[in-house]
């Protein structure tokens, strides 16, 4: 059983940055293909971005891409989304979740998930 906490969203400005963590712990951090999820008010949760278990490989939904970067370290059992450039449809609560899928994107295939934490972009 694996249990992940995110930490690090919180409110800023359109065109701003923010940087969330996900600490993993009661299992293999290292065995896990880790990623991050959006749900806004009313929609549903949607893929925002995901890493291979060595950090060599990643995803990006199109919304995100060229604006997140994920990553993660095997030592410390974390993985990172490093936010730029936000915009107020960026406004979400952010998950974390650890899937045994190598290449998941879909929300179905992760077998671990976080509480979430709060993002939002002002305008």
């Known amino acids: 059983q694996v249990q992940l906490v995110e930490s690090g969203g919180g409110l800023v400005q359109t065109g701003g940055s923010l940087r969330l963590s996900c600490s993993a712990s009661?299992?293999?951090?290292?065995?896990?293909?880790m990623g991050w999820f959006r749900q806004a008010p009313g929609k549903e949760r949607e893929f925002g971005a995901a890493?291979?278990?060595?950090?060599?490989?990643?995803r990006y939904a199109n919304s995100v891409k060229g604006r997140f970067v994920i990553s993660r370290d095997n030592a410390k059992n974390t993985v990172t989304l490093q936010m730029n450039s936000l915009r107020p449809e960026d406004t979400a609560i952010y998950y974390c979740?650890?899937?045994?899928?190598?290449?998941?994107?879909?929300?179905?295939?992760?077998?671990?998930w976080g509480q979430g934490t709060q993002v939002t972009v002002s305008s």
């Open positions: 979740a650890a899937s045994t899928y190598y290449g998941a994107t879909t929300a179905a295939l992760y077998n671990y």
């Open positions: 890493i291979s278990v060595s950090g060599a490989g990643t």
């Open positions: 009661g299992g293999t951090f290292s065995n896990y293909w």
